[in-house]
């Protein structure tokens, strides 16, 4: 389905903290006016990001509301008054040609742009690497290997221009760098609207990959384009790669030639159970319940067993639709069925077949990470194993006939570890 932008009516709510790292510091208060694009929370240090409001209003409260993981975090809630006036300052197009390179890292950290394939890193900090003339390959992320996903292939489909644009602002950080666009053949249009995007262009090309999961794993991208496999406790800038997604791209665009912040990104809206499925433009703060009610609700008859922020692969278990989209949240998945309690009705003990080693894109063991978390042996997991490399892109649990919770018991057991770090002080 094409995008469509989608407006919302209803409260905005815009967590603190809706990326890796330290949560924003709010710079408004209460009955204060906004307005769109406006900063309404600031960074609190290098590896943070602002808040930026997508509505226009008055601030109705700072206070601590649900969010999609079911905690409770501390958000500014907005009441929007449905006007959408903007604030001062973005939507004229700028000649980019005299700014320098400290210029469009500015511009990047100021316009609060973060990843938006998932992992919701500070882009700005991802684009000082520790030797720019190292950096062989920037390679633009569109292969949206998710299953049900595809507001990234519209956004190619109609963006490629723009998208183009903002690899060659990226570019001329990097001189020693290629561009590269990773596609999934299963998405010919998008292919062919970014080759024309491309035809004529220096340093950049488009790269067809084979369709499979997870191929959009930046360890499974790096590996198809600079063909390097590289020890996991290094991160891709250390063989000379940033990956980013398309759609963090065309916000770096938007943010370096339109001064325009983050404040909004495509997001897809399916399932069985919903009515009418469809990609959008949404704006962050927008709740997931009113998307789906102002698309048309569920099907008639369809009782809702699942929702997932994200697709059925990685996507995160909601225990509620009335919670906010944040920034890098790409996909609403509602099912009939909930996979996991059939799964969990045929569970039978590890059969020691090794398929799960198989299919992990690290080249983990799956199986004894698990024996490991259920013996409480964390060390093990984490120093023997390295099970804080996995990705949690449930190829494992996908594919175990054992119908083991494969990913789900390393996801506890690395939120585990992670609480031991934070309370022994982070060593």
Do not use: W
Not at 208 to 237: C, D, H, M
Not at 316 to 334: A, E, H, R, W
């Amino acid at each position: 389905m094409p995008l469509r932008d989608f407006l919302p009516q209803g409260e905005m709510v815009f967590p603190l903290s809706q990326h890796i790292g330290k949560p924003a510091k709010p710079i408004v208060k209460k009955n204060d006016p906004v307005l769109v694009g406006q900063r309404i929370a600031e960074a609190d240090g290098f590896v943070s990001a602002h808040v930026i409001c997508s509505c226009s209003g008055t601030v109705k409260a700072i206070e601590k509301r649900r969010v999609l993981t079911g905690a409770m975090m501390d958000c500014i809630v907005v009441d929007n008054d449905g006007a959408f006036t903007p604030a001062e300052g973005f939507g004229q197009r700028e000649d980019a040609s005299k700014l320098t390179n400290d210029d469009i890292l500015a511009r990047v950290q100021e316009a609060a742009i973060v990843g938006l394939g998932g992992a919701g890193f500070p882009t700005h900090v991802k684009l000082r690497p520790k030797d720019p003339a190292a950096i062989r390959y920037i390679i633009a992320n569109g292969a949206e290997c998710e299953p049900y996903l595809t507001c990234n292939d519209q956004l190619m489909r109609t963006r490629a221009a723009e998208i183009v644009e903002g690899l060659e602002l990226m570019l001329r950080l990097f001189p020693n760098a290629e561009g590269v666009i990773g596609i999934e053949r299963n998405k010919p249009e998008a292919i062919s609207a970014m080759e024309a995007a491309v035809s004529g262009k220096n340093r950049m090309r488009v790269l067809p990959l084979k369709t499979k999961y997870p191929q959009g794993g930046e360890r499974s991208l790096i590996q198809v384009v600079a063909g390097a496999n590289f020890p996991i406790t290094k991160l891709p800038a250390d063989v000379g790669c940033i990956v980013e997604n398309v759609g963090t791209i065309y916000a770096i665009q938007r943010a370096v030639l339109y001064h325009e912040p983050l404040f909004s990104h495509c997001l897809t809206l399916t399932g069985e159970a919903v009515k009418n499925p469809g990609n959008y433009i949404i704006r962050d703060g927008t709740s997931f319940s009113e998307l789906l009610e102002a698309s048309g609700g569920l099907k008639e008859g369809v009782t809702l067993k699942k929702a997932l922020c994200g697709g059925p692969m990685m996507g995160i278990p909601l225990g509620s639709l009335d919670v906010p989209i944040q920034k890098q949240n790409n996909g609403l998945t509602l099912l009939p069925e909930d996979p996991c309690e059939i799964a969990e009705a045929q569970m039978t003990a590890c059969l020691h077949c090794g398929r799960c080693t198989t299919v992990c894109p690290m080249g983990l063991l799956p199986q004894l990470m698990a024996e490991a978390a259920d013996d409480g042996d964390l060390d093990r997991y984490e120093k023997k194993l390295y099970g804080l490399e996995c990705i949690q892109c449930g190829s494992c649990t996908y594919i175990c006939p054992a119908k083991r919770p494969l990913m789900q018991t390393f996801k506890q057991a690395k939120a585990e570890i992670m609480a031991r770090k934070r309370a022994a002080g982070g060593k």
